[in-house]
């Protein structure tokens, strides 16, 4: 039976990664009450590589006592793909001692504690389609180092057994030999068509060409690369920046026309910061898919994620206040289902609600990103 304290339940969620791990408290709402950075042990055996972990889950759990905090569990997510049972990561390329590790098993053993292991993705979507629940269908496209894809059908994470096949981020997009290969082995997956090493070479190529450019000369006056330096060039109208984005809008609204045609959602979520580190940006990228894409003006809505990099940490604990209440419920049951037999049935009374996906005016003048899109021709098979 679960005491219940004065503050309420709280989760725990731990999101590793190469360099650092974030340890997290979230509460029900989706709040980040606490939260802790520890250095990850690279290299070293998973026991080892846990211990650091282990530790400030350790005084985040002695943080949450002190403030009155039930603990209902320990939300993981990770970056790579799970078994098929998502009790242990399959393969995490940041962290290869972790690949195929009982994780849960070790976590639960330990603290005596539910365990929820995501991949950070789908967690992210988690968190994200808290803003969303009118949508039965949610995409999720999340760009940084590569594009991660996530997928949500009737509040249910679609969830793929094997590394790659199904996996929607290996969406592929071109046909033909060219681009980079990719780490399922085949080339033109929309995950290497748009990732951080595609971009650099868009910027290389730029820079072989000599051409006139803000970006081109901050980046040659040593000014480091990111995604808040590109957003800010587009947004002031830099010919290699905006290159650059129409280059990502092309490659989105292929993939985006794809997965509208397969999956039909009805919200795709843009995140990561290339995509929504500026608003003016944003706002053109999305017109820009819009004009391109022959179905997404009247089939999807696109919008930004909100929570940023948050989203892991939030939607890898939610999973474990469902649980908790569902065995609360199971609890409950027999009692309710007196109740309810006892209980003369009334008539149902259905609620609608209009969807509100009249937001995004396409033919409100031409983008500069809309033109540069149109401008240039959808290459094939040479990203
Ligand atoms: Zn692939």
Redesign the pocket.
Known sequence: MTTETSAGSAAISIEPGGRKASIALVDRQGNILQREETKTLWGRPASATLEPYVRAIETMLAFAATEGYHICGLGVSIPGTLDATASRPLIVPTLPSLSGFPLCEFLQTRFGLPVSLHVDVDAALLAEAQFHSGAKRLLFLNMNAVLGAALLLDGRLQRMDGP?LGHTC?LPVTVGAGGTR???G?RG?I??LISLDAIQKMVQRAQRRDEESSLLQRLGRREAFSPQLLAEEAARGDRVALQVYAEIGRWLGAALDKYIALLAPEVCILGGGILTASESVFDQLRAALLTQSSQAGEAVEIVPARLGDDAVLIGAALPLFSTELSSRTKAEQPVQQKRRQQQKRRPRIALHHADDLSGDEVGLGASLLADALQSQQLRQGNA
């Open positions: 790659y290996h990719c780490g399922c085949k997956c995950n290497t």
